[in-house]
């Protein structure tokens, strides 16, 4: 038995508006979390000295990151839980990184995207930049953050999804605010 994508649920956003903390403080109400991708293969790649890093090699980084979160998206469906599971960035998030820095999306990603299916609201992080800070993982600007979050709140909506903007305030009304408009 598979698990219910009604119960796949993605938050997404610019980088350091606040998704992994909010992933925490889901995580302490005993809530299934799964780790964003890119930050992963960010430090294995540093660690490493391989080059699918973005300041390096965005092609290589967006072909290791869709990789990675398809196999991380097949391994969470196929377990059998009604439980609610909130993914720190979705497959589609790589297909936003890869319009945001002109990278042609071929075709077999776009399909395979269509094809992996979450629950159809998406909880988007606005920028916030009380809260942004860079860190060896992430170099981008403030304004990278900003265009990072135009980029995926358009490109779930073009794959039709809704997109629930989860307001600037504190972590644990954050995470009560998500879990007010499951369903």
């Keep these: 038995m598979k698990q219910n994508i009604s119960t796949l649920y993605i938050i997404t ?10 992933l925490d403080e889901l995580s302490r109400h005993e809530l299934i979390t ?22 390096l090699n965005k092609e290589l980084f967006a072909e290791m990151m869709f990789e990675e979160s398809v196999k991380t998206y ?15 960035r979705g497959i ?22 269509r094809e992996m299916i979450y629950h159809n609201n998406v ?25 990072t979050f135009e980029c995926m ?11 629930i903007e989860v307001p600037k305030i504190s972590v644990e009304n954050r995470a009560r605010f998500i879990l007010d408009r499951l369903i």
Excluded: C, H
């Design 153 to 163: 709140n358009e490109i779930y909506q073009e794959y039709g999804y809704n997109i």
């Design 34 to 55: 799964v780790s964003e991708e890119g930050r992963r293969i960010i430090k294995e790649q540093m660690d490493s000295g391989g080059e699918g890093l973005p300041w």
């Design 74 to 88: 097949l391994r969470i469906s196929q377990t059998t839980s009604a439980e609610p599971v909130f993914f720190d």
């Design 123 to 147: 909880f988007i992080l606005p920028p916030w930049k009380d809260i942004y800070e860079n860190d060896p993982e992430r170099k981008q600007t403030f304004e990278k953050s900003m265009l």
């Design 92 to 113: 589609l998030d790589t297909l936003g990184y890869m319009k945001l820095e002109n990278i042609p999306v071929p075709e077999s990603m776009e399909v395979k995207a």
């Design 13 to 22: 956003g610019g980088p350091g508006a606040g998704k992994t903390t909010l």
